[in-house]
């Protein structure tokens, strides 16, 4: 017979963040702890508001099933004596199962006869087993922060006050600290009694009842409430909402009875740029923006309320007011900073520090710019930096691009001062005030004030484009100088933390330096930049010059191993398989678009029917050579089967084909080649034994050896394959 069962701890405001995560887990927790323990049901799902979160299962089974276990005891021949009487181990064996010596049954396995016990194991009842597993569940961590509170032995996202479990109508019996749990929810916070208890005995019957009380439980209920708010309302104002997928996820997490509203501001504000108007809404007061026809921006606003006042009228306004104070602020600051030209803020930034031991954000500017350029001449972007030429020489008029004809121009020499300017003015705007009061528009108003400032428009582009990708996933650069810049920045700031030693830990990264490992690979690979890894961490090491503080060949070596662990798991997420990964990046790989390139054509060579023998046959050559050190020629004279001479001409035969093939990045054809050497190699180490007796024979096959691994050592290491 099956029953239902709910669950709901209700709490003080989780962080709107928290909540859809932590439902997820707790739905996954509870599957998990009833599938292990044999118990049926037909759906579980997780429901939750800031102030709660709930489970509902459906179709839970009443108990679990009987079910019979074979339990292997003593072989035959050491459970009796002589004389057949049961040995002590036998009589153990029979007295821990419960059963007697008779009814134990005889079991002929490849390793001998033995005795086994059969046990009928009786399903406990779900009810009793039920605390256990929701105390479990509602103690697992699933928080990226708890807190304690009182003198109380338990933590959660945020204190709690009730919990409720209730299964078959009936109340669990369940304590979770100094909290017992029973059969009571509460309603909202302001719109219901707040102190008054709904008894609860169903899943229908909580949500009918919390609807009652003003709490609309499924998040995807309320998110639909506030989409149609936001399109009703929107519309009265003939226009439409600015898309902004993060704040309705995050609105959705905020509110327990979503009501919409709209709100109007002076149109003296539309003068700022809109992205400013938009970030001063949506950053400080989770508002969303309304743009007409065309996309221009209208003096209104969207708020989503946790409550329906007596009268709306009230709360607009005081909405109104206090938008209309951080606008007012913004309008000021503004106004502020235009006074002064983007390029002049530039020797401010002497008086930042970015990082104690790393120096100022100035000085961190002149590296990553150097880098930039470095970049810039390796991809044949821009002319390479003359000698003498100092980064800071791209921030003065002198090499302004705007003071350049594109048209006449060399194009290196343009695309280098680009470049160059870009780099030195990208972080300029950390100086102004608009930044200083609104942090997440560092290089959105850098941007905007280049433009001001007659800045070419790829300086303004890459200026803003070089603190993309801003999250795992996000948009990437879309210009050159953007993207090059973008990666001179962060790598500057990974060799920079890892020479000075702040090295990510498990728990802590403060300088977020795993996205912008992500965010590097993802550039490379997205623009197909053909780029040396180890090569760019070299240069950006020799940039930190003195600031680095641990030796240079180990900070490289655990930077290098970093990137590799973030590529491993990018190339994972593509579903692409573990051994054809491991099998490349066990290969040089600093060439990150080479080397995704070699995965994916390794994944074809698995299909191939010679594939699965010579990588036997390649396991069994890195096992031979593995701790040799081959320097010897190869002495045909010394060959003695003709097995060694055929595996050597096909060698010589098929190497240059490789190499030609190589050099293309035509891997298909590679591996299409190695499979032609499948006989000559299978016959050799059918016929020849590598290590023979007479050292210069056995030195010669190692040789032979060696000079196979070599036809796909460089390319992938082919011994880690699992096929």
């Known amino acids: 017979m099956s029953k239902d069962l709910l669950f709901e701890i209700g709490t003080e405001e989780i962080p709107a963040g928290f909540v859809p995560k932590a439902l997820g887990s707790l739905e996954g927790f509870l599957k998990k702890a009833l599938d292990s323990r044999k118990i049926s049901y037909e759906a579980v799902l997780s429901v939750g508001t800031p102030r709660r979160l709930a489970l509902m299962a459906t179709g839970v089974a009443d108990r679990q099933p009987d079910a019979k276990v074979e339990v292997r005891g003593p072989q035959v021949k050491a459970a009796f004596d002589d004389k057949g ?34 046990k009928e194991i009786k399903g406990e009842d779900t009810e009793k087993i039920l605390p256990g597993i929701l105390l479990d569940v509602i103690s697992r961590d699933f928080f990226p922060k708890t807190m304690r509170w009182g003198a109380f032995d338990i933590s959660f996202a945020r204190p709690i006050h009730w919990i409720l479990a209730v299964f078959d109508g009936r109340p669990v019996d369940l304590s979770f600290g100094h909290i017992k749990a029973g059969g009571v929810t509460y309603g909202h916070r302001f ?16 949500i009918r009842k919390l609807r009652d009380a003003h709490v609309i439980v499924d998040p995807a209920e309320r ?86 006042a007596t009268d709306m009228d009230v709360v607009r306004k005081g909405n109104e007011r206090v938008l209309r104070a951080r606008l007012n602020d913004a309008k000021f600051y503004y106004e502020q900073d235009v006074k002064k030209r983007l390029v002049d803020r530039v020797d401010s930034l002497k008086g930042v520090v ?38 800071a020489d791209f921030a003065t008029d002198a090499l302004n691009p705007a003071s350049l004809d594109r048209s006449n121009a060399d194009p290196g020499l343009y695309a280098k001062c680009v470049l160059g300017r870009a780099a030195m003015l990208a972080k300029a705007d950390l100086t102004s005030g608009m930044v200083g009061e609104f942090p997440k528009l560092q290089g959105v108003m850098g941007s905007i004030y280049a433009r001001r400032g007659g800045e070419v428009e790829e300086v303004a582009t890459a200026i803003y484009e070089h603190y993309l ?108 398989s573990f051994d054809s990964i491991d099998a490349v990046l066990s290969a040089p790989w600093f060439d990150m678009v080479d080397a995704v390139k070699r995965v994916r054509s390794l994944e074809g060579f698995k299909k191939n029917p010679a594939c699965a023998s010579l990588v036997v046959a390649f396991k069994r050559v890195s096992n031979i050579l593995k701790g040799v050190s081959v320097t010897d020629k190869i002495d045909e004279s010394l060959f003695s089967l003709p097995e060694e001479s055929s595996l050597y001409n096909t060698e010589k035969e098929i190497a240059p084909k490789i190499e030609g093939y190589w050099k293309k990045g035509d891997y298909e054809a590679v591996f299409s080649a190695l499979a032609a050497i499948k006989g000559d190699i299978d016959a050799f180490f059918d016929k020849v034994m590598v290590m023979a007796e007479d050292e210069r024979v056995r030195k010669n096959r190692l040789s032979l050896l060696s000079k196979l691994r070599d036809l796909y050592w460089r390319i992938a290491d082919l011994s880690r394959l699992a096929v």
């Open 223 to 308: 998110r639909s409430i506030i989409e149609k708010g936001l399109l009703h309302e929107a519309g009265k104002a003939d226009g439409k909402v600015l898309p902004d997928e993060g704040l309705l996820e995050e609105v959705t997490y905020l509110v327990e009875y979503p009501v919409v509203l709209r709100g109007a501001f002076s149109e003296e504000f539309l003068t700022l740029p809109r992205d400013v108007i938009v970030n001063a809404m949506r950053e400080h007061q989770r508002y969303f923006s309304i743009i007409n026809r065309d996309g221009g921006l209208l003096p209104y606003f969207l708020a989503v309320a946790n409550t329906k």
């Open 191 to 206: 719109l219901s009694n707040r102190t008054r208890a709904i008894e609860v005995d169903s899943v229908d019957a909580y």
């Open 354 to 391: 970015f990082q104690a031991k790393l120096g100022t954000s100035y000085e961190k500017v002149e590296r990553f710019a150097s880098l930039a350029l470095h970049i810039g001449a390796r991809l044949g972007f821009s002319r390479a930096v003359d000698p003498g030429e100092r980064p």
């Open 469 to 576: 990708p801003s999250a795992s996933g996000g948009q990437l650069p879309a210009s050159i100088p953007g993207a090059i810049v973008s990666l001179a920045d962060k790598l500057d700031t990974i060799t920079g933390c890892f020479g000075v030693g702040l090295i990510p830990t498990g728990a802590q990264d403060p300088y977020a330096l795993r996205r912008q490992a992500l965010g590097i690979i993802a550039i490379i690979l997205d623009k197909g930049f053909r780029l040396s890894l180890d090569e760019l961490v070299d240069a950006s090491l020799a940039f930190l010059g003195k600031k680095l503080l641990r030796g240079r060949e180990e900070t490289k070596e655990a930077i290098l191993e970093f990137f590799k662990e973030r590529l491993k798991n990018q190339l994972l997420s593509q579903d692409l």
């Open 85 to 118: 009487h049961p040995s002590g181990a036998l009589i153990g064996f029979a007295k821990a199962q419960g059963v007697a010596i008779e009814d134990l049954k005889r079991v002929k396995t490849d390793k001998g006869e033995y005795l086994y016990a059969t």
